[in-house]
T-cell receptor, first 109, second 114 residues
Framework: DQQVKQNSPSLSVQEGRISILNCDYT??????FLWYKKYPAEGPTFLIS?????DKNEDGRFTVFLNKSAKHLSLHIVPSQPGDSAVYFC????????FGTGTRLQVFP | DAGVIQSPRHEVTEMGQEVTLRCKPI?????LFWYRQTMMRGLELLIY????????DSGMPEDRFSAKMPNASFSTLKIQPSEPRDSAVYFC????????????FGPGTRLLVL
């Protein structure tokens, strides 16, 4: 039973445009949410996080939005660049990290 | 600085054989995590250690899987006997104090059981 769900396995976006990756969760006890990015043949690396007491956190081109009532968070990348092409994992934390299944983002020229 | 080190990077074995995956966490990190990545379930936490002691092994699939951390700089994940459904990428990650911190992942071991 997946507590953290990424329903879009892949996303293709043109360079310069916005990429929006979505994530839904079921457990209202999650108090911290994170996004990790993974390139082929490498381990995931931390990208950005948000506490459950906030609804937005921004870091450069990356912004994470949290909608607690909908149990939904999203990652916005603006502008998208070819180097952003990777698999993005959403994760949520209570006493341990629970990851989603990932969304493969491809940014094309 | 050396990151998390995992070996081997690739492993191909036959069903029924024993497989041992190895991990060296970042020096000074006291928490170590083993994850398995599959297409269907994404990244699943198998087990985590704090100060070499297993804290949560609820994600270990079954008795065929075992993990040890004999000291602060080394951990193993063993599968005996291996089955084709164990084919996946296995990641090790570490943090200084616990799962609430940013986890640093190794490059993973890609396991194929024939």
């Amino acid at each position: 039973d997946q507590q953290v769900k990424q329903n879009s396995p892949s996303l293709s976006v043109q360079e310069g445009r916005i990429s929006i990756l979505n994530c839904d969760y079921t457990n209202s006890m999650f108090d911290y949410f994170l996004w990790y990015k993974k390139y082929p043949a490498e381990g995931p690396t931390f990208l950005i996080s948000i506490s459950s007491i906030k609804d937005k956190n921004e870091d450069g081109r990356f912004t994470v939005f949290l909608n607690k009532s909908a149990k939904h968070l999203s990652l916005h990348i603006v502008p998208s660049q070819p180097g952003d092409s990777a698999v993005y994992f959403c994760a949520a934390y209570t006493d341990k990290l629970i990851f989603g299944t990932g969304t493969r983002l491809q940014v094309f020229p | 600085d050396a990151g998390v080190i995992q070996s081997p990077r690739h492993e191909v074995t036959e069903m029924g054989q024993e497989v041992t995956l190895r991990c060296k966490p970042i020096s000074g990190h006291n928490s170590l995590f083993w994850y398995r990545q599959t297409m269907m379930r994404g990244l699943e936490l198998l087990i985590y250690f704090n100060n070499n002691v297993p804290i949560d092994d609820s994600g270990m699939p079954e008795d065929r899987f075992s993990a040890k951390m004999p000291n602060a700089s080394f951990s193993t994940l063993k599968i005996q006997p291996s089955e084709p459904r164990d084919s996946a990428v296995y990641f090790c990650a570490s943090t200084r104090k616990g799962p609430q911190e940013t986890q640093y992942f190794g490059p993973g071991t890609r396991l194929l059981v024939l």
